[in-house]
């Protein structure tokens, strides 16, 4: 099965910032709507961002005006560009094709943000 493949996390303290990459097979980039998800432990996976195929975005109350969703055709990614980051962000980090292609889950990539 096609899967993407989720990086760019790591430790940062709180009012920092991260850039997370999503890597997506070329045949997947250019039909599919993509996502970034993020879990806690004992939460819910919940939608953080998300970008169409041609570029509209959409975000989660909790990540507008400091987390940003591009994607870049040259490189078959897909980023999060997160700012400002609180210790309630601390969560694995997925990102997953949801329409009208669907992908696995992947590995995702954890962050974590200390106060």
């Known amino acids: 099965q096609v899967q993407l493949v989720e990086s760019g996390g790591g430790l940062v303290q709180a009012g920092g910032s991260l850039r997370l990459t999503c890597a997506v097979p070329?045949?997947?980039?250019?039909?599919?709507?993509i996502g970034w998800f993020r879990q806690a432990p004992g939460t819910q996976r919940d939608l953080v961002a998300s970008?169409?195929?041609?570029?509209?975005?959409h975000y989660a109350d909790s990540a507008k005006g400091r987390f940003t969703i591009s994607r870049d055709a040259a490189k078959n990614s897909v980023f999060l560009q997160m700012n400002r980051l609180e210790p309630g962000d601390t969560s694995v980090y997925y990102c997953?094709?949801?329409?009208?292609?669907?992908?696995?889950w992947g590995q995702g990539t954890q962050v974590t943000v200390s106060s």
């Open positions: 970008i169409t195929i041609g570029g509209e975005t």
């Open positions: 997953k094709g949801f329409g009208p292609v669907v992908t696995p």
């Open positions: 070329k045949n997947i980039f250019s039909v599919s709507s």
